[in-house]
């Protein structure tokens, strides 16, 4: 037990990303640093466009650094001179959901073990239906195909087929956009009730601040393009969290020292967007 | 943001002048009207196999004059049923609405619905789009609809984007070339349905500043419709709060944090005893999820 | 049956009955002198049901049948061509920017051309008329899956891509996990498009290079002015072509159950 805990850290040291599809050189991250020790649940906050996705898309191994290093457990994970590679180590759970809608919700769930061979079909059934039902009584639905599911109930069962690879760390971006508040709320309960039973390394990425103060460890504010960081929160909010936690003056005081920093950048993304299409 | 400039002034308030007893710009601040009266408001939707379905049960509220009023329940609750029967696309089955003591029957240009959709005609350029209504109206001519058009995109910070299509502007800016598409027609109240949705948090904030802002120089009697508890205490004078199935008013909230508002009343110990208030309520009818 | 479902059919007997009659009075009652020399229905009818049929073509004489296996089999043997070329053309495409560049340009041109200017030259480098009449059918139907297919493969959204990648797929789990199931319904409307332009080209080819077959039926009747004859031939292709687009769609919902989700897909 203790040894998967330890397992998953992250360090991102001074990642850089410039995109340069037609000369136009895009700088998304610059000297974006940050320290995430294994298990911890860390948000991060930042106005659209600031790099976000980038910074995740470089941890996942969907794209390369233009300078700068990530590593994991110490091992290089990507660098400028690392060939991108995804894997089970890290899994995404997207902004808009990727369950597969032509496979059941119990065969997207086994998806991940069976290809990689680590475990037979039958086992793999007998893992998701456990774990489909410790995460909120899931597994009734195994048989369904994702299209026959809520939004909310989709993006439980992706974090679930996250879960079965047995992940060190689990990147969500941007998960309950497009919700509202009810499912929303709804949602961050299942989340904090999942974590608590696989408490595995989050990187969480959010728009919403109280959405990120209620859920993280920690939370980092990022900057506008280029994206760095620009201050990190210690929530010491105990857990579990609970709602009346949202009223309390410790959130207060948590929201008063980032919510002018958050502000100021999402008014300055703003501003720098419209300039940008006129 | 800076003040509409003088000359628009005159000129929205010449051409509304032969209109309306009371000349109203769209930018001046107003006079206390658009006092809206929800009085035991009942309605059904007829089904087609099954019994009519009861969407408002008994719904009494007022919006009063000069004021902005958020309406909040979870999605679902009847929210946007009340927005029509206001604006008088639909007719309650019981009870009355009222707008200044005269009846709504039908919709006019004194109430602005505003919805969570767009409703900008993506064919048409923005400013085209704004100049609309009094056109389709025949209360300004081309050039002062154009005018009172521009004016109005210079204070939506929307200045050089009049020629432009709305596919070719950011979510923000559509959303507030919605808000001078409405207030062009100098309206009485103006009710918004969830006219932030799909927004990005961020983006979302940074609009419900422009609209507080708005509210406080115009003094534009609003209706404001939100399932955010966040968006509901930032912008309000007086929430009310809905249940659901059926939808029907379970309670009033003055929320009395000083003007002008700011990110700062967000983390004022006022704002904390409100929000307090309000979750209870919330989660006394349902509408958070405590689990 | 709902009382929607009754009312629909109603309406579409309805339909068929007044095209019927429509074509009933134009040949009997109008005084237009195109119109005298067309079969009204009931004389189509009765030949087409008729144990000894006039012009020797009923639903009881063996020609008949000769005549439709040999249209269904060119139809299908094209159809069955296009798609197991067409489709892998299409992933193909659709998988790989090289190939798609090699193909694209070239497919854009050629599918422009009708099927039946394609008939001479097939006629002289082809062994057989046969081979000749199966290569123009089979031709539109190619461009209409392979095109299909590509939009398909094209339309995929790339985050099933990478969650696959994260989940530990390699390239050929890509394939046949994402990749086909998730072009699988543009396919399918590529198939009935393809379904529905190899019949209208095989006509169209037997006319001109068959020695048997509906279309050569439609031209032989009208060179013997057997009038009748001719309808009883347009009206079997038309069965035909529903039927088989039918029998696309039928395998096409059976294949993707997942389609029919209560509540739709989210996105
Ligand atoms: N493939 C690309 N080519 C060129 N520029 C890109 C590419 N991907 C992203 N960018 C740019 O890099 C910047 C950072 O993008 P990124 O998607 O990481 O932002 P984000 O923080 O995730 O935004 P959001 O909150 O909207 O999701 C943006 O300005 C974006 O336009
Ligand atoms: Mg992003």
Known sequence: MNDVLHQGALSIRQAGKIYDPAGAAVVALEDCSAEIRAGEFVAIVGPSGCGKSTLLNAIAGFDRLTSGEILLDGVTLASPGTEPRPGPQRVVVFQHGALFPWMTVLE????????????????????????????????????????????????????????????????????FRAMDTVSKSAMHRHLLDIHALYPKTVLFITHDLEEALFLADTVYVMTT?????????????????????????????????????????????????????? | MMMQTSATTGLASNATAAQQAVPVSPLAPRRRQGHLVVQGVSKRFAQRDSAP????????????????????????????????????????????????????????PDRMLVFQETALWPWMSIVENVMFGPLARGDMSRAQAR?????????????????????????????????????INSPKV?????????????????????????????????????????????????????????????????????????????????????????????????????? | MTPLQTRKLWRMGAGYLIAFTLWYLSVKWLPLAAFARLPDPVTVLKEWFAPEPAYGISIFTGAYYKHIIASTLRAFAAFILAVALGVPAGILMGWSSTFHDYAAALIGLLRPIPPLAWVP?????????????????????FFATTLNTLVGVKAIDPDYLRAARCLGANRRDLLRDIIVPGALP??????????GAAWFSLAAGEMIAAQYGLGFLIMDAYNLIQYPTIVIAMVTLGILGFLSSAGIRLLGDRLMRWRSGAMGLHR
Request: glycine share 8%.
């Open chain 2, 147 to 183: 005018q009172a058009a521009e004016a109005l995109l210079q204070k939506f910070g929307l200045v050089g984007f009049g020629d432009r299509y709305p596919s070719q502007l950011s979510g923000g800016m559509k959303r507030r070339a919605e808000l001078a598409q409405a207030l």
């Open chain 1, 225 to 278: 393009r280029p994206g760095r960081m620009k201050t990190m929160l210690r929530v010491n909010l105990a857990r579990p969290r609970t709602l009346d936690m949202l009223v309390s003056h410790e959130y207060l005081e948590l929201k008063r020292q980032v919510v002018a920093g958050v502000h100021e950048e999402a008014q300055k993304a703003f501003e720098r967007g419209e300039r940008e299409l006129a």
């Open chain 2, 53 to 108: 379905a009861e969407v408002l049960r008994d719904c009494s509220f007022e919006v009063e004059p000069g004021r902005l009023t958020v309406l909040m329940g979870p999605s679902g609750c009847g929210k946007s049923t009340l927005a029509y029967l206001l604006a008088g696309y639909l007719a309650p089955d019981a009870g009355s609405l009222t707008i200044d003591g005269m009846p709504i029957t039908q919709a006019g």
């Open chain 2, 190 to 291: 103006m009710i918004l349905d969830e006219p932030f949705r799909g927004l990005d948090v961020m983006t979302r904030e940074l609009m419900q500043e422009y609209y507080v802002q708005l509210f406080e120089e115009t003094q534009l009697t609003t209706l404001f419709i939100t399932t955010e508890l966040e968006e509901a205490i930032f912008l309000a004078d007086r929430i009310v709060f809905m249940g659901t199935a059926p939808g029907r008013i379970v309670r009033g909230l003055e929320v009395d944090l000083p003007h002008p508002r700011t990110i700062g009343s967000m983390t004022s110990e006022r704002y904390l005893e409100i929000k307090k208030d309000a979750m209870a309520t919330l989660i006394e009818y349902g509408a958070v999820s405590t689990d």
């Open chain 1, 108 to 175: 997207n769930v086994i998806y991940g073990p069976t290809r990689q061979r680590v475990l037979g079909a039958d086992a793999a059934r007998a893992k998701a239906l456990d774990m489909l039902r410790r995460c909120g009584g899931l597994d009734t639905a195994g048989q369904r195909y994702p299209g026959q599911l809520s939004s909310g109930m989709q993006r439980r069962v992706e974090i679930v087929r996250a879960l079965m690879n047995e992940p060190k760390v689990l990147l969500l971006d941007e998960p």
């Open chain 3, 121 to 141: 030259l097939a006629i002289l480098l082809l062994p057989a008329a046969e081979v000749a009449v199966v290569y123009v059918t089979f031709l539109v139907a």
């Open chain 3, 186 to 195: 543009q396919i399918f409307t590529g198939l009935q498009i393809a379904m």
